[in-house]
């Protein structure tokens, strides 16, 4: 067990857990990478037709996705715009009793 005092400098519980999660996003997002590259990398020449409108399709897709986004997080990010220190339970028993 670590014990915490002004002179030490070992690392606490909660500093290990976090650099250990860090660690730990980063080799999964390296693995995805890595992976995504090697199936790139790998891909057989395709002799297809690309329809022109499959480009807004993927446009279309991405902004809708954005869109969902921020209406889940509207809340979220209403407060971080206006400087607001309410929690998410806060304002939504504000809105409750209105």
Known sequence: MWT???NS???TR????HSRAT????HVILTCLFAGALFCALEPRAHAYIDP?????VYQSMSAMLAGML???RRRLAS???GSS?????????DKNQ
């Open 23 to 26: 660690a730990q996003a980063i």
């Open 86 to 94: 309410r929690s998410h339970a806060a304002s939504t028993r504000h």
């Open 14 to 17: 909660v500093q290990q857990s």
């Open 4 to 6: 915490s005092s002004t």
């Open 80 to 82: 971080f715009f206006s």
């Open 9 to 11: 400098k070992m690392p």
């Open 53 to 57: 409108g499959s480009g807004l399709l």
């Open 71 to 73: 209406f889940c997080l």
